[in-house]
């Protein structure tokens, strides 16, 4: 404002200079009026706009307090769905753990209760386990789906056991002489499963061994007089019982004569052990079985392609034996004279010989040797000293990559002779020590109960060994074998550099052959 006023009256003065018709007092005093005027104005423009401005900031204001209610309501909803997400996310994990739980257990029954049911009632039953069991393993994506699935062969499981209490009978199938399949009525009554055929002419007691046909075997009784198949239809009468449990039926279903090898009861011994075996054990059999697959077919190729490399290499060393007393035949770059050595070798022999490891070692050798020469012709006739070095420092090169070769696919073996005992012992270990952890629930020892538990534990061993014993003698014929066409190798790059320092002596290289020996 003051320096308003100073403008103000300098203006007032300047004008009472510069005018001479006024008197100077006057034009000051207009000069400042008009000043003082202008100066009002001014204040009022100025407070007109602080006024605004106080209005915008509490407008400001108001908008800022309106923000913040509804940032912090937006954080308060923020931490409320959060916290509904984890505990939505908690009640997720804890639905995952029961259904994996759920699902786990009823695999299991599904598994097992394929092996607890007679092969009687195979025919009834075990198509649709499997079909189920098929289903929920096809619906692993979608839980509801795999758990219905599940479901539902607990629901046959259960509807076997309210029909197999107090006496099964149903129309079926049964084996008879010669694996004839036999079409009549089947009647299980505990442990003894009876059978008469539709036209009365042959009935008897079914076994319970697996025949892989999802039929029992039924083995005929003489001199019933039709009693079981009365039995069957009417309910009531006289059947013969087994005191064993079904294994005097399962013995003579094995020995129909009473005579039979060691080896052949010792093989069947290892199928009841194997009914006994439990879910781990099998997982264990399993592994050793994929083990068994990959490293026998892994070996089995191994074995054919060397034996392919053999012929090969037997006939590519009567060839060299023929070229090595020129070698400059094959270097004036003709790919077919390379391959033909020198025209010594027909189609079907260069076919043969280039299956051959050490023929791959000679085609790198001339091809080397043509590229050399071709850069060396104008300047000098032979090889250099270096340029020797280079070539076989190029069939060492390719002595490393054909070992490789060789060796390719040896791993699995060692895996196998590594992990499968190790994998066997885990099964076993495992088995033995549910077997344990049963008898301990139970509180009573019995040898009857124990005994198929750890025969079953002990067969994972059992399996191990088998995939590592054939594969360890497996890979040490193959390892040798590898060795020595290797040592072959080495023979023939050391025999190559020799006859191609002769053949090949340049100007500035006079001494390139007790060279390339030292290095030897």
Do not use: C, M
């Given at each position: 404002m003051t320096r308003l006023l100073s403008i103000a009256a300098a203006a007032s003065i300047a004008a009472a200079l510069s005018s001479p018709a006024a008197s100077p007092v006057e034009t000051a005093r207009d000069s400042i009026k008009k000043a003082a005027s202008e100066l009002l104005s001014t204040q009022k423009e100025y407070s007109d706009l602080r006024l605004g401005l106080y209005r915008e900031v509490n407008k400001l204001d108001d908008e800022?307090?309106?923000?913040?209610?509804?940032?912090?309501?937006?954080?308060?909803?923020?931490?409320?769905?959060?916290?509904?997400?984890?505990?939505?996310?908690?009640?997720?994990?804890?639905?995952?753990?029961?259904?994996?739980?759920?699902?786990?257990?009823?695999?299991?029954?599904?598994?097992?209760?394929?092996?607890?049911?007679?092969?009687?009632?195979?025919?009834?039953?075990?198509?649709?386990?499997?079909?189920?069991?098929?289903?929920?393993?096809?619906?692993?994506?979608?839980?509801?789906?795999?758990?219905?699935?599940?479901?539902?062969?607990?629901?046959?499981?259960?509807?076997?056991?309210?029909?197999?209490?107090?006496?099964?009978?149903?129309?079926?199938?049964?084996?008879?002489?010669?694996?004839?399949?036999i079409e009549g009525t089947l009647l299980l009554a505990g442990p003894s499963v009876f059978f008469a055929s539709t036209d009365k002419s042959f009935e008897g007691v079914a076994s319970a061994a697996d025949t892989g046909a999802n039929l029992p075997a039924i083995v005929p009784l003489a001199d019933t007089k039709g009693s079981i198949g009365q039995a069957i239809e009417k309910g009531e009468g006289t059947v013969p019982l087994d005191a064993t449990n079904g294994r005097a039926i399962e013995q003579a279903l094995k020995n129909p004569e009473g005579s039979h090898s060691g080896a052949m009861e010792h093989m069947m011994l290892f199928g009841d052990i194997a009914k006994n075996m439990m879910f781990d054990g099998w997982i264990a059999i399993g592994i050793c079985v994929l083990m068994i697959a990959v490293g026998w077919t892994v070996a089995a190729r191994k074995f054919f392609y060397l034996n392919s490399i053999q012929k090969g290499t037997t006939e590519f060393l009567r060839q060299w034996n023929l070229l090595s007393s020129d070698l400059t035949a094959i270097d004036h770059g003709d790919t077919s004279s390379v391959k033909s050595f020198g025209g010594n070798a027909d189609s079907a022999t260069q076919t043969l010989v280039q299956k051959s490891p050490l023929y791959q070692i000679y085609h790198i050798g001339s091809e080397e040797i043509r590229h050399r020469l071709e850069q060396d012709r104008i300047r000098k006739k032979g090889l250099s000293g270096r340029s020797i070095q280079a070539i076989r420092a190029a069939l060492d090169a390719g002595l490393v990559r054909m070992n490789h070769k060789l060796t390719n696919g040896l791993i699995y073996l060692t895996i196998s002779i590594a992990g499968g005992p190790y994998v066997g012992l885990l099964g076993t270990v495992v088995g033995v020590m549910i077997t344990f952890a049963i008898i301990s629930k139970v509180g009573e020892v019995d040898v009857n109960a124990i005994a198929p538990g750890i025969a079953s534990a002990l067969l994972a061993t059992v399996a191990g060994l088998v995939v590592a014993i054939p594969a360890l003698f497996v890979y040490s014929y193959l390892n040798s074998r590898i060795k020595n066409i290797t040592g072959e190798m080495q023979v023939f790059i050391d025999e190559f550099v020799a006859k191609m320092a002769e053949f090949y002596q340049g100007t500035d290289n006079a001494n390139s052959a007790a060279v390339v020996s030292q290095k030897e």
């Open positions: 800022v307090l309106t923000l913040t209610k509804e940032l912090r309501t937006l954080e308060r909803d923020e931490e409320l769905r959060t916290s509904k997400i984890r505990s939505l996310e908690r009640e997720l994990e804890t639905r995952k753990v029961d259904f994996t739980y759920a699902s786990g257990v009823l695999n299991q029954y599904a598994k097992a209760i394929v092996t607890r049911i007679h092969p009687a009632e195979s025919q009834l039953y075990k198509q649709q386990f499997e079909s189920h069991d098929q289903k929920a393993t096809a619906s692993v994506g979608d839980p509801k789906s795999e758990l219905t699935e599940r479901f539902q062969i607990l629901q046959l499981g259960l509807q076997r056991l309210s029909e197999v209490a107090g006496g099964h009978r149903f129309h079926g199938k049964g084996l008879g002489r010669g694996g004839q399949a």
